[in-house]
């Protein structure tokens, strides 16, 4: 796993949004797994920047998102289908057919899940998944105790998440209670993984992402067993690794990384 420790979110974003870049350049049929939340925000405004300046071409990607709210319509304001829409999809040439977000209101949960399963697999795999981490250390909805191993299923939300998710609601009375979301097992066959966390009520559950055990009480741990993941992380949400300056060290060490004086 590489630990980025960034000077500020702006960065976060930033670094983020390049490695997307990046790979649009060299693959640009790329299949990309999208997050939604506060934390990515940054990140789709500078990729809606990069294509209107730069002429980042989405026109030949594919996207998969993570998750979506059970019985939440995609017209709904809180649904991630209107997230996506108004933060990215809708700035940007993505072709609407290459566009998936799971169905919050598919009537067979159990067929759309395995539909959904089988489609990334028939688009070839995911080659870069960005997300965003619980405080309760989840990754998508995965929440704690859930199987590193599962795959797209419904999950019923934490209590931590509701109250979490409840500021984007009217009361925590109105965030749904299920959730349909990638597996742990999904999200880790991705070739990559682009995991960003800002502020401190992240700290404790990165720390347990990158130095505690692989374990189900925080499925981000599963990324210690990921080939290819980076950790975008600020000071507040780095505040309680004990290699900190381990990781800051070997950033210096790249190569192409600035010579300190
Ligand atoms: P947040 O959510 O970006 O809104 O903090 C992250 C998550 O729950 O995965």
Redesign the pocket.
């Given at each position: 796993m590489e630990v980025v420790i960034c000077r500020s979110y702006d960065e976060i974003s930033k670094a983020a949004a390049k490695e997307i870049a990046d790979l649009l350049n060299t693959k640009p049929d790329a299949v990309l797994g999208l997050?939604t939340?506060?934390?990515?925000l940054g990140m789709y405004k500078e990729l809606v920047r990069m294509h209107k300046h730069d002429g980042l071409d989405f026109s030949q990607v594919t996207t998969f998102n993570l998750d979506e709210y059970v019985g939440l319509s995609p017209d709904h304001d809180q649904s991630y289908h209107y997230f996506m829409h108004e933060n990215l999809f809708k700035h940007i040439n993505v072709p609407p057919q290459n566009i998936h977000v799971p169905s919050g209101t598919a009537k067979n949960h159990k067929a759309f899940c395995a539909w959904y399963e089988q489609r990334i697999k028939d688009c070839g795999g995911i080659d870069v998944q960005v997300?965003?981490?619980?405080s309760d250390g989840?990754?998508?909805f995965n929440e704690p105790t859930s199987s590193l191993g599962s795959r797209t299923r419904i999950k019923t939300l934490a209590k931590q998440?509701i109250e979490?998710?409840a500021r984007f609601f009217k009361s925590a009375g109105e965030v749904p209670i299920y959730a349909i979301t990638m597996g742990v097992g999904t999200i880790m066959e991705a070739r990559k993984l682009l995991l960003l966390a800002n502020k401190k009520n992240?700290a404790k559950a990165v720390a347990d992402m990158v130095e505690g055990p692989v374990c189900t009480m925080c499925t981000a741990s599963a990324l210690q067993l990921h080939p290819d993941a980076m950790v975008f992380i600020d000071e507040d949400a780095a505040g309680e690794l004990k290699m900190k300056d381990y990781y800051k060290w070997i950033q210096t060490k790249k190569p192409g990384a600035p010579k300190s004086a």
């Amino acid at each position: 796993m590489e630990v980025v420790i960034c000077r500020s979110y702006d960065e976060i974003s930033k670094a983020a949004a390049k490695e997307i870049a990046d790979l649009l350049n060299t693959k640009p049929d790329a299949v990309l797994g999208l997050a939604t939340g506060s934390t990515p925000l940054g990140m789709y405004k500078e990729l809606v920047r990069m294509h209107k300046h730069d002429g980042l071409d989405f026109s030949q990607v594919t996207t998969f998102n993570l998750d979506e709210y059970v019985g939440l319509s995609p017209d709904h304001d809180q649904s991630y289908h209107y997230f996506m829409h108004e933060n990215l999809f809708k700035h940007i040439n993505v072709p609407p057919q290459n566009i998936h977000v799971p169905s919050g209101t598919a009537k067979n949960h159990k067929a759309f899940c395995a539909w959904y399963e089988q489609r990334i697999k028939d688009c070839g795999g995911i080659d870069v998944q960005v997300l965003g981490i619980g405080s309760d250390g989840h990754i998508a909805f995965n929440e704690p105790t859930s199987s590193l191993g599962s795959r797209t299923r419904i999950k019923t939300l934490a209590k931590q998440t509701i109250e979490d998710n409840a500021r984007f609601f009217k009361s925590a009375g109105e965030v749904p209670i299920y959730a349909i979301t990638m597996g742990v097992g999904t999200i880790m066959e991705a070739r990559k993984l682009l995991l960003l966390a800002n502020k401190k009520n992240k700290a404790k559950a990165v720390a347990d992402m990158v130095e505690g055990p692989v374990c189900t009480m925080c499925t981000a741990s599963a990324l210690q067993l990921h080939p290819d993941a980076m950790v975008f992380i600020d000071e507040d949400a780095a505040g309680e690794l004990k290699m900190k300056d381990y990781y800051k060290w070997i950033q210096t060490k790249k190569p192409g990384a600035p010579k300190s004086a």
